[in-house]
């Protein structure tokens, strides 16, 4: 059986913040890297540069996801708010199928990157904003309320003992 819902939705606040962390300190990593032009003015990497930049995040998120959520391993918030991510079977999260879950945790996003390129030139760029949540907002419709991604991954977050 899941945690409860709004158990889980408080570790994901903390986890948000954790990663918050760790993208600005990759992009402090690859400052360096990116060619910036302009004087005194506010500078914009070329689009190259923020794609790869993109990429190096994703990648990064993506290893710290995919490291913690497998072999039994947690992250701290899911240790502080007690919580363990499992298979559906209850056996502990493989690499293949954190992999799954991390790769499913991005449909909120990437929807919401494509409805800012089709509605930016419109004017409703902002509509899209609301698609970040569509994974979490899944618990309120799916009928064991996990998320879109633990649904798509056969996984679950469960309260852990101490």
């Known amino acids: 059986m899941s945690a ?7 570790s994901l606040v903390y986890e948000t ?9 990759t992009g402090f990593a690859l400052l360096p ?14 689009p ?21 959520w497998s072999g039994g391993r947690r992250t701290l918030p899911m240790k502080t708010w007690r919580l363990a991510l499992v298979r559906a079977d209850g056996a502990p999260v493989t690499i293949r199928t954190a992999i799954v879950r991390y790769a499913a945790a991005w449909i909120g996003p990437a929807l919401a ?3 800012f390129v089709v509605l930016r030139d419109v004017g409703h760029a902002r509509q899209g904003l609301w698609l970040l949540a569509i994974n979490f907002a899944w618990a309120f419709v799916d009928r ?12 679950r977050v469960i309260a852990a003992r101490p």
């Not at 409860?4 to 408080?10: A, D, F």
């Not at 309320?145 to 798509?152: C, G, T």
């Open 17 to 25: 913040l954790l990663l918050a962390a760790l993208v600005l300190l």
């Open 113 to 115: 990157i494509a409805a």
């Open 144 to 155: 064991e309320r996990l998320f879109l991604h633990d649904r798509i991954a056969r996984t």
């Open 33 to 46: 890297l990116m060619p910036i032009t302009g004087g005194h003015t506010l500078a914009i990497a070329p």
């Open 4 to 10: 409860p819902l709004l158990r889980r939705l408080g």
């Open 48 to 68: 190259v540069s923020r794609a790869v930049s993109f990429a190096a995040i994703v990648l990064v998120i993506g290893a710290y996801c995919v490291y913690f």
